[in-house]
């Protein structure tokens, strides 16, 4: 099955009403989830990262938290406790994540994905593999990657990104990997120079749990305006040197400096003052956000 749309909003929506509609009931792991299998995403805009749709409300501090763990090769589990208590459920030792993307993208391939684009421009083997059988298939793990390959092509003067998934959860995870993925499309486009083309995001078991129809149901209603972030690659260092001092030294930020792409400041300072408890400051920052990005931070205490 094909999806085509020009931004993330716009697929997320096909994508839910055809798994709902058309997916057959499985049980892996015996829970039980609505499947379609082998789904082609494709978007066109990918640089608009961010779905807004309001039947989902993703969380974007979790986004952008998760992302900078990425850049940051990090596979600590206590990074991504600040921005959701969820993940303790996947590590394996109460330290680390095994599945961590950050250590398996730049520690190892990224750079050589790189070269290879520059040196022949029209290449087919700027390849990412982020799946790993020799440490992942036998491996008695909660944290088992869901991606297995990440791979870049230029055409037409344009970056084209082929993700390619074993498995795709559409409520918790699709939000937070495409906003990922796309960013790291953008990030090898300027590294390298050029404009982004299309993203192209293949899922071999697309998926729904239970648990989650009655959102779903709502999300397919809501079809909403996808939002883009501008990198400016120049700040990569410095925001998350932010970042660390903002998570372990609870240092808010200062929205009038630069960061890695606009409302940086506001969106990790919300985080923040949401963890302590500083009602003001959260307001504050929630307020100075874009109105299709306010509704994705909300009180937690």
Same mark, same amino acid.
């Given at each position: 099955?094909?999806?085509?749309? #020009?931004?993330?909003?716009?697929?997320?929506?096909?994508?839910?009403?055809?798994?709902? $509609?058309?997916?057959?009931?499985? $049980?892996?792991?015996?829970?039980?989830?609505?499947?379609?299998?082998?789904?082609?995403?494709?978007?066109? =805009?990918?640089?608009?990262?961010?779905?807004?749709?309001?039947?989902?409300? /993703?969380?974007?501090?979790?986004?952008?938290? *998760?992302?900078?763990?990425?850049?940051?090769?990090? #596979?600590?589990?206590?990074?991504?406790?600040?921005?959701?208590?969820?993940?303790?459920?996947?590590?394996?030792?109460?330290?680390?994540?095994?599945?961590?993307?950050?250590?398996?993208?730049?520690?190892?391939?990224?750079?050589?994905?790189?070269?290879?684009?520059?040196?022949?421009?029209?290449?087919?083997?700027?390849?990412?593999?982020?799946?790993?059988?020799?440490?992942?298939?036998?491996?008695?793990?909660?944290?088992?990657?869901?991606?297995?390959? /990440?791979? !870049?092509?230029?055409?037409?003067?344009?970056?084209?990104?082929?993700?390619?998934?074993?498995? %795709?959860?559409?409520?918790?995870? !699709?939000?937070?990997?495409?906003?990922?993925?796309? /960013?790291?499309?953008?990030?090898?486009?300027? *590294?390298?120079?050029?404009? /982004?083309?299309?993203?192209?995001?293949?899922? %071999?078991?697309?998926?729904?749990?239970?648990?989650?129809?009655?959102?779903?149901?709502?999300?397919?209603?809501?079809?909403?305006?996808?939002?883009?972030?501008?990198? =400016?690659?120049?700040?990569?260092?410095?925001?998350?040197?932010? =970042?660390?001092?903002?998570?372990? #030294?609870?240092?808010?930020?200062?929205?009038? *400096?630069?960061?890695?792409?606009?409302?940086?400041? *506001?969106?990790? #300072?919300?985080?923040?003052?949401?963890?302590?408890?500083?009602?003001?400051?959260?307001?504050?920052?929630?307020?100075?956000?874009?109105?299709?990005?306010?509704?994705?931070?909300?009180?937690?205490?």
């Amino acid at each position: 099955m094909e999806i085509v749309g #020009n931004t993330l909003d716009e697929v997320y929506v096909q994508a839910i009403s055809n798994v709902m $509609d058309n997916g057959v009931e499985v $049980d892996p792991r015996g829970l039980l989830v609505k499947e379609i299998q082998g789904l082609h995403i494709k978007v066109n =805009e990918p640089w608009k990262h961010v779905i807004t749709n309001t039947g989902r409300n /993703m969380d974007l501090r979790f986004a952008v938290g *998760e992302f900078l763990w990425y850049l940051d090769k990090d #596979n600590s589990l206590d990074r991504l406790l600040f921005y959701n208590k969820r993940y303790k459920n996947f590590s394996d030792d109460g330290s680390t994540l095994h599945g961590a993307y950050g250590p398996r993208i730049f520690r190892k391939s990224w750079a050589a994905a790189k070269r290879k684009l520059c040196s022949d421009i029209h290449s087919r083997q700027a390849v990412i593999n982020i799946y790993d059988a020799n440490i992942d298939l036998e491996k008695a793990t909660k944290d088992v990657p869901c991606t297995l390959s /990440m791979h !870049f092509m230029i055409r037409n003067d344009k970056l084209q990104l082929f993700v390619n998934m074993r498995s %795709n959860d559409l409520i918790w995870g !699709f939000p937070y990997d495409t906003f990922s993925f796309t /960013m790291f499309q953008e990030l090898m486009a300027k *590294e390298i120079g050029i404009k /982004m083309g299309s993203y192209h995001h293949y899922i %071999n078991s697309a998926h729904i749990y239970k648990r989650h129809y009655e959102i779903s149901q709502k999300i397919r209603k809501n079809l909403s305006e996808s939002y883009g972030l501008n990198l =400016e690659l120049k700040y990569i260092d410095k925001s998350i040197n932010a =970042e660390y001092n903002l998570r372990k #030294n609870r240092r808010y930020l200062n929205p009038s *400096e630069k960061y890695l792409f606009p409302f940086f400041s *506001e969106i990790l #300072n919300s985080e923040l003052s949401d963890r302590t408890k500083d009602n003001k400051m959260f307001r504050n920052s929630v307020d100075s956000l874009p109105s299709r990005l306010s509704p994705l931070i909300s009180w937690r205490n």
